[in-house]
């Protein structure tokens, strides 16, 4: 069992920036990691994602340049840089783990949610216009 704990959330303006973490714990922390995002009314979406080892990374159209995922193996945590936000980015951020081991040994990580099989609680994130 893996246990994620986002934190970071919160009130910001338009233009500013916030980090969310996620903290992993239980088994090894050798999982893809994702964040996906959910807005009132719509459906759960990609953000961003990267591989166990960290190399390979990539983020959604709507995000890319202004959001960065990362990964400290050695903390057991993954984070989200997200700058120039827009009110638009308001959310509630979740960060899920992928455990097969068909994406361990890709490399690679999956677009899907439903491809991740843990899930943290979530976290606010309100960005004001």
């Known amino acids: 069992q893996v246990q994620l704990v986002e934190s970071g959330g919160g009130l910001v303006q338009a233009g500013g920036s916030l980090r969310l973490s996620c903290a992993a714990s239980?088994?090894?922390?050798?999982?893809?990691m994702g964040w996906f995002r959910q807005a009132p009314g719509k459906e759960r979406e990609f953000v961003a994602a990267?591989?166990?080892?960290?190399?390979?990374?990539d983020s959604a159209d709507s995000v890319k340049g202004r959001f960065t995922i990362s990964r400290d193996n050695a903390k057991n945590t993954v984070y989200l840089q997200m700058n120039s936000l827009k009110p638009e980015d308001t959310a509630v951020y979740y960060c899920?783990?992928?455990?097969?081991?068909?994406?361990?040994?890709?490399?690679?990580?999956?677009?899907?949610?439903?491809?991740?099989?843990?899930w943290g609680q979530g976290t606010q994130v309100t960005v004001s216009s």
């Open positions: 899920a783990a992928d455990s097969r081991l068909t994406t361990y040994y890709s490399g690679s990580y999956s677009y899907t949610p439903d491809e991740y099989d843990y």
């Open positions: 239980g088994r090894t922390f050798s999982y893809a």
């Open positions: 990267i591989s166990w080892s960290g190399r390979r990374t």
